[in-house]
């Protein structure tokens, strides 16, 4: 249970034109936390929230999406009071767990073990061997930022990127790691592959990895 003498985490409210309101924190953590938060409220519909339509995390911030006729003050107030009882980092009971099959067969496999002081097979076990989180989506349809892995496989971007990625590529970038949904221009460095779909537009929901859910890699054989 969060400590309720605990500080609420430091939040800025700007407004988005007369329908959404954009919240900045200190990281992903609360910005997590906070859209764990809100999304049973926007659900619900009731009150204020009758009149919100998304939740949009980012890196740093969480817009919510409401409609012109929308009172932002309110909004906002409800969502400062949600705020304070957010728990930052907490692990939510029924989480949605989805393991991802990779074969470790990168181009920059061995480059990330000299950037991170690791042997290859090392660096497939930090990343098999913990959990990460989907923090946010963004630059393909599918694509999912996913957060909370090993500190040890934080690695900067290529210095030049590919002009050709093949849909499936599992990379890395900074504290991030990311599965290309489809073949495209990239940066990240990578270290394996996967045939798993993350977008079909037949599928419910399209996306396979929405924020929140719980990813974990599991290497395979080719």
Known sequence: MPDPSAPAPPLRLLPMGDAALLVETNGIDAVLALAEALAPLAHAGTGIWADVDDLVPAARTLLVVARPTTDLDELGRVIVDA????????????????????????????????????????????????????????????????????????????????????????????????????????????????????????RQPPALLAPGTTVRFVEARR
């Open 83 to 202: 705020a304070r009882t957010a728990s930052v980092g907490a692990a939510t009971s029924g989480q949605r767990l989805v393991e991802i099959p990779v074969v470790y067969d990168g181009p920059d496999l061995a480059e990330v073990g000299a950037l991170t002081g690791l042997a290859p097979d090392e660096v497939v076990a930090a990343h098999t061997g913990a959990d990460w989180r989907v923090g946010f989506g963004g630059f393909a349809p599918g694509f999912a930022y996913l957060v909370g892995g090993d500190p040890r496989l934080t690695v900067a971007r290529r210095a030049e990127p590919r002009t050709r990625v093949p849909a499936g590529s599992v990379g890395l970038a900074g504290e991030f790691s990311g599965i290309y949904p489809r073949e495209s221009p990239g940066g990240w460095q990578l270290i394996g592959t996967t045939h798993v779909v993350l977008w079909d537009a037949d």
